[in-house]
């Protein structure tokens, strides 16, 4: 449990640092989160792929992944922008999120069995 914690904290201070900048430069837009949420896919989809002890399974993929990444603040992003009559945006940005996570996972794997 401890390892978890351990992982789920760094992953979570990083994923703040990243909205902090990504608020700067895209004040309007949430890409702060598409890219949190797409490159935890990727890092996700190379952990799965080797044969990690499970400590180290359990402080990266379980914790830190698990940390870092935000389903819930896509989804609340996704709303705001629809909320706000941003129609385009706010579609655009939950089925791009989606396939972008999908895609990141994918060659996080490809990845993962280079390694």
Do not use: E
């Given at each position: 449990m401890m390892l978890i914690g351990l992982?789920?904290?760094c992953g979570a201070v990083l994923r703040y640092?990243?909205?902090v900048a990504g608020k700067r430069w895209h004040p309007t837009f949430p890409m702060a989160t598409l890219v949190i949420n797409a490159t935890g896919a990727?890092?996700?989809g190379v952990l799965?792929?080797?044969?990690?002890?499970?400590?180290?399974?359990?402080?990266?993929?379980t914790g830190?992944?698990?940390g870092y990444t935000t389903?819930?603040?896509y989804m609340t992003d996704t709303f705001v922008l629809l909320r706000d009559r941003h129609w385009?945006?706010?579609m655009l940005y939950y089925a791009g999120t989606a396939l972008v996570g999908i895609?990141?996972?994918a060659v996080g794997v490809m990845i993962g069995q280079m390694i």
């Amino acid at each position: 449990m401890m390892l978890i914690g351990l992982g789920a904290g760094c992953g979570a201070v990083l994923r703040y640092l990243i909205t902090v900048a990504g608020k700067r430069w895209h004040p309007t837009f949430p890409m702060a989160t598409l890219v949190i949420n797409a490159t935890g896919a990727l890092v996700a989809g190379v952990l799965v792929t080797l044969a990690l002890p499970q400590p180290w399974s359990l402080i990266l993929l379980t914790g830190f992944c698990g940390g870092y990444t935000t389903f819930s603040t896509y989804m609340t992003d996704t709303f705001v922008l629809l909320r706000d009559r941003h129609w385009i945006q706010g579609m655009l940005y939950y089925a791009g999120t989606a396939l972008v996570g999908i895609l990141a996972a994918a060659v996080g794997v490809m990845i993962g069995q280079m390694i």
